[in-house]
């Protein structure tokens, strides 16, 4: 069974930095692509980022600039290390891996298992 835990969330102010790190157990990671999704309160989930298994990034246009996904396929780790933060980025922040073997652009449905979440809490 695959299991994702993300941690790394919490409370900063604007123009700091968070890292979030998401461990993968339970699947050959470097088989999977890699996701960042958020919900902020009264909002649906939204795409932050993606990474391919070959390594190529996809960004929401509210946080190209700021936010960097990276993989670390020997850790079975993905990272999104936030730069600049805004009192807009608070939400809870998702990590998700798809089923192995997935090519091409991402889309939701593509990712098969998801973490409980972390909280990211940015005050101004």
């Known amino acids: 069974q695959v299991q994702v835990v993300e941690s790394g969330g919490g409370l900063v102010q604007a123009g700091g930095s968070l890292r979030l790190s998401c461990v993968v157990s339970g699947s050959i990671f470097s088989f999977n692509a890699m996701g960042w999704y958020r919900q902020a309160p009264g909002k649906q989930r939204e795409l932050v980022a993606d990474?391919?298994?070959?390594?190529?990034?996809n960004y929401a246009d509210s946080v190209k600039g700021r936010f960097t996904i990276s993989r670390d396929n020997a850790k079975n780790t993905a990272y999104l290390q936030m730069n600049s933060l805004k009192p807009e980025d608070t939400a809870v922040y998702y990590c998700?891996?798809?089923?192995?073997?997935?090519?091409?652009?991402?889309?939701?449905?593509?990712?098969?298992?998801w973490g409980q979440g972390t909280q990211v809490t940015i005050s101004s």
């Open positions: 990474i391919t298994i070959g390594g190529r990034t």
């Open positions: 998700a891996t798809t089923f192995p073997h997935m090519y091409g652009s991402l889309h939701e449905t593509d990712f098969s298992s």
